[in-house]
């Protein structure tokens, strides 16, 4: 199964849905009046050595419809890149708000791959808990031989 971590030693494990349903168990949070961004790295691990994991791909979803993801420009965003290194600000502004990212593969238990995720909330926002945004995990589960 893939499993998700905070950090690289693989002490901070992030909640993993046995659905696909995404992750979750990480906060963020702003100053309302100020808005802002934040950045988290998270790591993804194929922790069974009898499977590979091809054509992953994580996307952030708002399962209430709400537009939390994707409203873009100095709205709510959320946007992915994967990447071992801290992206740029040029790179991030490159990326479209909402949009997946592709991994590749995972083949045995020791594979991991970097996603970055880049939080941005708007100025003058009420104070809120916005619970409904995962990052969905899909990807072709392939038995080693």
């Given amino acids: 199964m893939l499993r998700f971590y905070s950090s690289l030693d693989l002490e901070d494990e992030i ?46 979803v708002d399962l209430s419809g709400s537009g939390y993801v994707d409203q873009g420009g100095e709205l709510w965003s959320w946007k992915l890149i994967a990447q071992d290194t801290p992206p740029s600000e040029g790179s991030w502004n490159s ?25 941005h909330a708007p100025r003058h926002t009420p104070a809120q808990l916005v619970g409904s945004v995962v990052l969905r995990v899909t990807a072709k589960e392939v038995l080693n031989a």
């Fill in 15 to 60: 909640l993993t849905t046995e659905d696909s349903a995404g992750i979750g168990a990480f906060t963020v949070t702003f100053d309302g009046r100020l808005g802002g961004a934040q950045v988290h790295k998270f790591f993804i691990k194929n922790d069974d050595p009898t499977r590979t994991y091809t054509d992953i791909t994580v996307a952030p």
């Fill in 95 to 119: 990326v479209v708000a909402g949009a997946s990212v592709v991994l590749g593969s995972l083949s045995d238990a020791s594979s991991m791959a970097s996603v970055w995720v880049r939080v």
